[in-house]
């Protein structure tokens, strides 16, 4: 089964959780587990539990919500190579095999 994590990175914006619950639903839809990283890139190197699974009912009435209900921070430590392997280790422990960030790719 694949497995896919999704973060938002960046400022709030509208429509990054109407983004997040798409997400969310179409891979549960597919038959992929879905994992949130809370915090954005922070919660990608800090890992613990700031990686959750996710379910159908965890991103219901979250469109009229504003900025992001995951929330986003931006992280120095992962602009370093070595933010960036503890990021890849959090994934692995997980079984995390892809990512998609909703925001801007920015860390």
């Not at 994934?91 to 909703?102: E, K, Q, S, Y």
Request: glycine share 16%; net charge positive; charged share 20%.
């Amino acid at each position: 089964m694949k497995r896919i994590g999704v973060l938002t990175s960046g400022g709030d914006a509208q429509g990054m959780n109407a983004a997040v619950r798409a997400v969310v639903r179409t891979a549960l839809d597919s038959g992929a587990e879905v994992y949130a990283i809370y915090e954005g890139y922070q919660g990608l190197v800090d890992g613990g539990s700031l990686i959750r699974p996710m379910n159908w009912n965890s991103v219901g009435g979250i469109l009229q919500l504003g900025g992001t209900t995951i929330g986003t921070a931006r992280c120095v430590e992962f602009r370093e190579r070595s933010g960036r392997l503890k990021a890849v280790k959090n994934l692995m422990t997980h079984g995390i095999d892809a990512l998609v960030v909703i925001g801007a790719m920015e860390a």
